[in-house]
């Protein structure tokens, strides 16, 4: 009873992504945006944990409307990274930049911001966590709406009137009274991508969005993200989902101990890497 009533739900969430994704993920042609400009630029950033380095001299630009895929073994450094971008986690060096802006940092006085101020810069720059972060006392409507109310202090017509649009364009409308604890994995996922695209970020930041999922529950998220760059989202990935970076991912990068050591399209990338640990990681040798 209990795998049936599974697998009821399973196919339940992926007839909810079919509703509003085209189909398949398989043989997507990634984003070309070649001409674009540069929205996001990290330069010798390097951070440490208690002297430890975990970062090193990381240097990556990304445009407008990329897909960047972020790989590497486990304790490389790919989340890190991403914190750092989002300032989560303050860098001992180096440099952060959306558009002109310098994130965490103010250009007066060249100290780190307020919290007010910051908290200002990363409604810029949504994020999207494994483990969801969902509030579980308040409905899916809600959960969406929340940041709206506090953080962009908008009137509540206006919340709820973003808060449905997003949650449709994710395939959770129907779940708007629901609780977290009603939904499974890959629902949950799907509303905290609708709380950040209700923000109206400039990137969004997907930090291993699917390693929390069982496997039956992975394709309907990564559908959705497919969808989210075919419309231009500008979008920095730190996954493990191999057929995702190759076929959406405009770039890959690896990371190694802390080091970019290869940042390729996904077609030299996954066929004919420059990096020896990379050909060993995907096991083309």
Not at 6 to 35: C, F, G, M, R, W
Not at 56 to 73: M, Y
Not at 219 to 231: A, I, R, Y
Request: one cysteine or more.
């Amino acid at each position: 009873m209990l795998n049936q009533t599974l697998e009821n739900k399973t196919v339940e969430s992926y007839q909810e992504v079919a509703a509003v994704v085209e189909l398949p993920i398989k043989h997507s042609e990634p984003v070309v945006v070649s001409d674009a400009e540069d929205i996001v630029k990290v330069v010798n950033l390097s951070k440490q944990f208690d002297g430890i380095e975990v970062l090193r001299d990381i240097n990556l630009t990304i445009k407008k409307g990329e897909v960047v895929s972020i790989l590497g073994s486990s304790g490389s450094g790919k989340s890190t990274l991403l914190r750092c971008m989002n300032w989560l986690e303050q860098p001992e060096r180096g440099t952060i930049h959306l558009g002109d802006e310098r994130i965490g940092i103010n250009p007066h006085t060249d100290k780190p911001l307020k919290y007010r101020d910051l908290a200002k810069m990363r409604e810029r720059i949504g994020m999207v966590f494994q483990g969801f972060n969902l509030w579980p006392h308040l409905t899916v409507l809600k959960n969406v709406m929340e940041a709206l109310l506090h953080v962009k202090k908008m009137p509540k017509a206006e919340a709820e009137a973003i808060a449905k649009v997003q949650l449709e364009k994710v395939g959770m409308s129907h779940k708007l009274d629901s609780y977290p604890s009603m939904l499974s994995g890959g629902q949950k996922q799907r509303v905290a991508i609708a709380r950040a695209l209700a923000m109206e970020p400039e990137v969004l930041l997907f930090d291993e969005p699917t390693s929390a999922l069982d496997p039956e529950l992975v394709d309907e998220v990564l559908l959705v993200m497919q969808k989210l760059s075919k419309e231009g989202y500008t979008m920095v990935v730190v996954t493990h989902e191999m057929e995702f970076a190759r076929n959406v991912s405009s770039q890959v990068v690896f990371l190694e101990k802390g080091i970019l050591i290869e940042k390729n399209s996904p077609q030299k990338f996954f066929t004919n890497p420059d990096s020896p640990r990379v050909r060993q990681f995907l096991k083309l040798d």
